[in-house]
């Protein structure tokens, strides 16, 4: 079955905008998760979505924002981008994200390479 | 809150050399705890995982075993191949009343370079 699809791989902004990121995770799995790494940072949780709802949140500025729609697929946004958003934004699904064993197995996409200049 | 903590790397090794990577953690109750790696370019892939202590957890040749006296939880493999370079990272995702919730707390990660 298809892995989990992020869109685009490559983004260039300028300060000041803003970008929108998309995941489409493996069919029937309902937890969409993103995580930003960066070299200094490394991996950090940003948030999670379930069933159309925000159900955890990592410690990121209110320009970091996501959704997630009723087929699963989820989108963040960052806006007013700032040099220190430069970073692989990966996206993680799983079946449940939360509960025992395999429901909460994170599968990963490649990632969006965003630099901000 | 949660931490985990990895050996400081790069790791440099020659192929069939064995490998440890150590990892500990920080976690209220009773955390599942996993290995990812990631290749370059790519994102990551769960190498092994372990949910309760004692549990070993094991992949391609890699094992891990989840000591909850030692709050550890050392990446190990008896044999490398060059094909083993890439960055390793340990991870934990809380549990509470036997449920794991979805999100992950990651080490720094491990760089590993395997020579021929």
């Known amino acids: 079955k298809a892995g989990v699809t992020q869109t685009p791989r490559y983004l260039i902004k300028t300060r000041g905008q803003q970008v929108t990121l998309s995941c489409s995770p493996i069919s029937g799995h309902r937890s969409v998760s993103w995580y930003q790494q960066t070299p200094g940072q490394g991996l950090q949780f940003l948030f999670e979505y379930f069933s159309e709802t925000q159900r955890n949140k990592g410690n990121f500025p209110g320009r970091f924002s996501g959704r997630q729609f009723s087929n699963s697929r989820s989108e963040m946004n960052v806006s007013t981008l700032e040099l220190g958003d430069s970073a692989l934004y990966l996206c993680?699904?799983?079946?449940?994200?939360?509960?025992?064993?395999?429901?909460?197995?994170?599968?990963f996409g490649q990632g969006t390479r965003l630099t901000v200049v | 809150g949660n931490s985990v903590t990895q050996m400081e790397g790069p790791v440099t090794l020659s192929e069939e050399a064995f490998l440890t990577i150590n990892c500990t953690y920080t976690?209220?109750?009773?955390?599942?705890l996993f290995w990812y790696v990631q290749y370059p370019g790519e994102g990551l892939q769960l190498l092994l995982k372990?949910?309760?202590?004692?549990d070993k957890g094991s992949n391609k040749g890699f094992e891990a075993t989840y000591r909850k006296e030692t709050t550890s939880f050392h990446l190990e493999k008896g044999s490398v191949q060059v094909s083993d370079s890439a960055v390793y990272f340990c991870a934990l995702s809380e549990r509470a009343g036997g449920t794991s919730y979805g999100k992950l707390t990651f080490g720094q990660g491990t760089i590993l370079t395997v020579h021929p």
């Open positions: 993680a699904s799983s079946l449940e994200g939360r509960g025992t064993g395999s429901n909460t197995e994170a599968f």
């Open positions: 372990a949910t309760k202590a004692d």
């Open positions: 976690a209220t109750g009773y955390p599942s």
